[in-house]
């Protein structure tokens, strides 16, 4: 049973207590299509030199430069070179190639005039109207890479881009860490399903729906462990299932009441527990422990705590699962639109509306009841930082933000 | 055939075409578990009271205000109430309720004095040390949310925590707009598939992955055109069967060669076209047209100019097209940290670094050899914006930015 003399630890300690018993998940390879938002874990080089040739950059004709120095000058068309296709000869003095954008430029030629600046008296035959310097309209061989080149790292995310350049470097798969297994399950008598009537006494599960929600975001795959009443016996054995994922998370039945049964459940299971309570507010009676490979966090059952506990401590380890650079939660920071006060001891993280304008932040706090609004909590697009040892902070004064969903908006 | 003297347009009127072209998609009705990262098309209500009884906010004790204006003093414990059972008895003078947190107060109780600050001298009595304002500890019915009112309204991101508030009002399922198909069609007798080795002049097709992802980041469910070679006959087929989708995007096939077929076929094909360049670096040959509910882009085969259209013209039509408020590309700004220049005549979206610091945004703009440079285009987080008008932004300069891929990181 928790004691009520043990003191809360403080923010940066319970994180790094979490990232220090969380391990970056085993390594799979995956289809390019299934790789989007996927954390690289191996670098990549480039196969070959990019572009593999000199090319055309506009169509046009592929001169001598030399050639070209006294214009207009007529010139003998031996060839036309598109997309795709090798050219056939080289070009001699006083010899062009009609050639298309993207195609190899022929031996001999080093500059490509636009057509604009051209014209066709005959078949075979152009005179070109303006001087081209010697490499223009041309990328010449491995511009834009050299083989061998590094083009992506370990740690980083694939985004679009990033899946066009392992196309272009002909990697049809890629190594990526596996997407964690999240299990999630709400805890209380009081619980009832969201399809259901409440009863009297009775509230609905929101904390499930939205936990999931928030794990899937970070690309988890989730179960829901469905609604586990204050029984200890039903409690042991959902925590017992749900301990073959990689991360567990309950919610409810962590205060210092008689019927919470979370923490002696865990225990009873094996998790060890590496703290009970964090200096925070809201969300301040927060367990986390391991049992082998499964990190546990026993949420606060208040449904803004649940959702902020996460922001701040459970993203963290499903970022660090998935070999994601670690990324202080609250590193951004932002002018505060007006003063806030809280009773001193704990770090705050409120709901606020960041603002961006004229290259500059602003967080506008947001009114709320407490941990219990779920509905000013869901307004919000980033909670700021009250540190612990301040009661007060001033419109104007700058605050550390922490975005919410930023992998939605 | 493309008319080489016809002008581009400014990016703004394209942009207003696009979004002139682009429809809303019919509504469907969701479970809350595939509700994620929607828009919601309904206003949601509370359909109750929350919390729907006043609540104690604590674990201790249920007591009249006025029995404890002078401390310490002794209550008899008439019953325990926990979290989901009701009251059976109202609290009359000199009594007290054992409570958990998040259980119903009883009639006649008005504050709950926490645990801590009482003594239990025996099974049925209670000595409250300190004292305990009416209302104290008590979360009142209905303070988070009135029956009836609003909570949530059309045009709303379906986050997390609007997941939970939807939960705690009844909602199981919610209208949205459905998921657009899109279709993606590379171009070009110079490609081949990024699993292939190149041969001679070929290049491996990068924009059909990049595309694809980019639009499945904007939750599209895509459907892979395969490369089409330059040949009309099944530059047709293959349009023919994207004209089912959505969104039909192109690449490649759009300059002014005579390899160029994409707009050709398009024409044939039925679509009615509305522009064919803008005034955009890069990126400039860019088709955009329509037929039925049908939008299609034919995007530049360049693999950055490609992105840069989708980012700054598909992605808005992707994010109407599901009922999100329409959002201007590039309506953040930034300070930019280092001068640039470019010719003038066309808006330049260029590839840079976003960093945020001290409440201030900056903009490192990426060394790039352009628009064949997916590998520069690929460190970016953002792209700043030369307008058209301007030659040279000095350091310091403010100007506008968009992010890239926000919906990942």
């Known amino acids: ?34 790789a989007l938002g996927r954390i690289l874990s191996e670098d990549i080089a480039a196969d070959a030199d990019q572009p593999p040739f000199a090319k055309a950059m506009m169509d046009g ?58 014209r066709s008296p005959a078949e075979d035959a152009v005179v070109i109207l303006e001087r081209v310097a010697s490499g223009a309209n041309v990328a010449p061989r491995g511009r834009e890479l ?20 392992l196309a272009s470097v002909g990697r ?36 499930g729906p939205s936990l999931l929600a928030a794990a899937r975001l970070l690309r988890a795959e989730v179960e829901d462990g469905g609604i586990v009443k204050d029984d200890s016996v039903a409690l042991s054995q959902s925590i017992a299932r749900g301990l073959r994922s990689d991360l567990l998370l309950l919610s409810g039945g962590v205060s210092m009441g008689e019927y919470d049964l979370v923490e002696k459940a865990l225990e009873e299971e094996g998790v060890e527990i590496y703290f009970r309570k964090i200096a925070i507010r ?3 009676p927060a367990v986390f422990g391991r049992k082998g490979s499964c990190l ?17 401590f459970v993203a963290s380890a499903l970022r660090k699962m998935q070999g994601a650079p670690e990324v202080h939660p609250g590193a951004l920071s932002a002018i505060l639109a ?32 407490g941990s219990a609004d779920l ?11 009250i540190p612990s040892d301040r009661d007060r902070l001033e419109a104007g004064e700058c605050v550390r933000v922490l975005p919410l969903d930023s992998t939605l908006r």
Chains 1, 2 share one sequence.
């Open 1 to 34: 049973m928790k004691d009520a003399a043990e003191p809360a630890i403080p923010v940066e300690r319970a994180l790094e207590i979490v990232l220090r018993e969380t391990a970056p998940l085993e390594e799979e390879r995956v289809a390019l299509p299934c």
């Open 61 to 118: 004709f592929a001169v001598r430069s030399s050639d070209v120095a006294t214009v207009p000058i007529q010139l003998s068309v031996i060839e036309e070179i598109s997309a795709g296709k090798m050219p056939l000869r080289s070009l001699l003095q006083g010899q062009a190639a009609k050639i298309m954008t993207g195609a190899p430029l022929p031996d001999g030629a080093d500059a490509v005039q636009m057509v604009e600046k051209t």
């Open 146 to 165: 050299k083989r061998g080149q590094k083009v992506l790292s370990i740690g980083e995310l694939l985004t679009p881009a990033r899946i066009g350049v």
């Open 172 to 207: 049809g798969s890629v190594t990526v860490r596996r997407r964690p297994r999240v299990t999630v399950i709400p805890t209380g008598d009081e619980l009832v399903d969201c399809e259901s009537a409440p009863g009297p006494g009775q509230i609905r599960n929101s904390n």
């Open 282 to 284: 809201p969300g301040k």
């Open 296 to 312: 546990v966090f026993g949420l606060p059952g208040n449904p803004v705590s649940s959702l902020v506990i996460f922001a701040v």
């Open 338 to 369: 007006q003063p806030v006060s809280q009773r001193p001891g704990r770090t705050a993280y409120l709901p606020g509306t960041l603002r961006f304008a004229d290259a500059s932040v602003r967080i506008e706090p947001l009114p709320t009841t």
């Open 375 to 385: 509905a000013a909590y869901s307004r919000a697009n980033a909670l700021y930082v």
